[in-house]
């Protein structure tokens, strides 16, 4: 979880290199018929466009598309994942019903596995002991089998599957076998893979120190594979993933080239993070900049998912969000992550991405993953309210204790999830929107779907496109950008006391084999078509 600053794709936007030294790179409810499309009023002008569908991808959107990404500190706390959690478990249904949780983060790196009493943490590194200039934990967490014997029950209860991170940081083959061994027999089928070590490539960096300057990817390959041969002694069937790195791409392209050899059979993925920008206190963060096109986007993960390709391995975003550093308060807990992430969700999806998993968590844990710094709540007066709830870019907000609730972002994800397990049609524009994306879908139902995002606040939208049959229109809206609360998707409000079903939808009829929408400034839809367009 980027702390210390750039992309999971090996770019940075060029505006803020300087601060971005290492992170930045990714069945529905029954539909009735509801109420007509709201007509374009005399007194309205709007943007006008038409859009057309391309020709049916080959491979579908996994169906586990989505995902969350939380600290492995998480598990200190057993309670935590665990079945009787019952809010965040319905949170986890509401957004997917099958999804991959990951735990890794900065923590991982200075969790440790204690299985009996007499068990003792590793030394601490020197560098961690430098608080003000090291954005690394400072001390170290035990994980004890409880834990993990509730996150089974807690995946089995939400129907999700996992990807479970382990300590290279300051772990040992040792240790880190030993949990594999009681994960793997925990966890069974819902375990996708391991992964070994978080941002790997920022170890020889100031701000973590987790090994020397000379540190590079050839020293990290050959610890990566001592590690994994060990895990392979004490889990015969161990599957892996990896680099799981902070934001260069070479890193991840050498290791889907030079690791598969070195075990063959054994490595299913390639992985990486990506945040957009950041740190929270750099006033360049804002929502304009949040919802402006990303370059390093289009450019970078195309190549990794290509060379993935030709090794084999599948790539997921397994870590990423808004802007690092826990987040920014008024950007990454407002409207416009939710307008962002079903955004960069669908354009990865277009791309052949296995799968996003948004990281987030609770701000104490979030904080301690920092080296005890979480900059956004200095930035607002309400700052450290807010981060009472939560980080300020995680999707699901709350603890046990004061309850749960949905974050705006994760309206984002549910409206990018309608087009799970379809296969993605490229949708072109007659001519070029200011700030507007559509993404589409065959589904394995014989019906297609659209999603569309209006990501400008001033300018209304009225798209039209061919069409042989009625739709039905949900809509993703707020009162604006910066609202925190009051956002609905087909007019319901996801909340973690009830199963959630939409309560407005719009029958869209096609007039003479066209159909036509008005898209609010600010505001997303999806729809659903009776049949392929």
């Not at 006008?48 to 569908?53: C, G, M, N, P, V």
């Not at 991982?108 to 068990?119: I, N, Q, T």
């Not at 070479?250 to 080239?257: D, E, K, L, T």
């Amino acid at each position: 979880m980027r702390r210390q600053g750039k992309l999971t794709t090996g770019i940075t936007n060029s505006s803020s290199v300087h601060l971005m030294h290492r992170r930045h790179f990714i069945g529905l409810a029954t539909m009735a018929a509801g109420a007509m499309a709201i007509p374009l009023r005399a007194e309205e002008s709007a943007a006008q466009f038409h859009i057309s569908l391309g020709s049916t991808a080959k491979k579908a959107v996994p169906i586990d598309y989505l995902g969350f990404s939380c600290e492995t500190m998480q598990l200190s706390d057993p309670t935590f994942f665990a079945a009787d959690n019952h809010e965040l478990i319905s949170l986890f249904k509401a957004l997917a019903p099958t999804g991959i949780l990951r735990l890794g983060g900065n923590s991982s790196e200075f969790c440790w596995w204690k299985s009996k009493d007499s068990d003792q943490p590793p030394l601490l590194p020197d560098s961690a002991r430098r608080s003000d200039n090291n954005w690394m934990p400072h001390s170290f967490t035990a994980i004890e089998p409880v834990a993990v014997d509730h996150l089974a029950e807690f995946l089995h209860a939400t129907g999700w599957n996992i990807i479970y991170g382990l300590n290279l940081g300051t772990g040992s083959p040792e240790r880190d076998a030993e949990e594999a061994a009681y994960a793997s027999e925990k966890l069974g089928d819902r375990l996708l893979y391991f992964q070994i070590g978080n941002e790997p490539e920022y170890y020889r960096d100031d701000n973590n120190r987790l090994r020397s300057p000379d540190w590079n990817f050839d020293k990290y390959l050959a610890q990566w594979i001592t590690f994994a041969k060990a895990v392979i002694q004490r889990v015969p069937n161990a599957k892996f993933g990896g680099p799981d790195i902070g934001s260069n791409s070479q890193w991840i392209n050498r290791f889907a080239r030079e690791a598969p050899p070195l075990l063959p059979g054994r490595i299913v993925a390639c992985s990486g993070h990506y945040y957009v920008m950041g740190p929270p206190d750099n006033p360049n963060v804002t929502a304009r900049r949040l919802l402006a096109p990303d370059r390093r986007v289009s450019q970078e993960v195309p190549r990794i998912i290509g060379v993935g390709n030709e090794t084999g391995l599948v790539y997921r975003m397994t870590e990423g969000n808004s802007c690092y550093r826990g987040g920014k308060p008024g950007v990454s807990n407002a409207f416009c992550s939710a307008l962002w992430a079903a955004d960069y969700l669908l354009q990865l999806a277009s791309f052949g991405c296995a799968g996003v998993n948004l990281h987030g968590g609770g701000a104490a844990v979030i904080r301690n993953s920092l080296g005890n710094h979480l900059p956004g709540e200095n930035l607002t007066p309400d700052g450290p309210a807010v981060a009472a709830e939560g980080s300020f870019y995680t999707p699901i907000a709350g603890s046990r204790e004061m309850g749960f609730k949905a974050r705006p972002i994760l309206y984002g994800m549910k409206l990018a999830g309608v087009l799970a397990g379809g296969k993605m049609r490229p949708v072109t524009f007659d001519q070029s929107p200011q700030n507007a994306s559509a993404w589409a879908a065959d589904m394995p139902d014989y019906t297609t779907r659209l999603v569309l995002i209006n990501k400008d606040d001033r300018q209304e939208l009225q798209i039209s496109l061919p069409a042989k049959h009625d739709a039905t229109l949900w809509r993703m809206q707020a009162a604006g950008l910066s609202a925190t609360s009051g956002v609905t998707l087909a007019g319901a409000e996801i909340k973690a006391d009830q199963t959630w079903k939409p309560s407005l939808e719009e029958t869209v009829s096609n007039k003479n084999g066209e159909l036509q929408i008005i898209l609010k400034p600010a505001s997303a839809a999806a729809l659903f078509f009776k049949g392929f367009l």
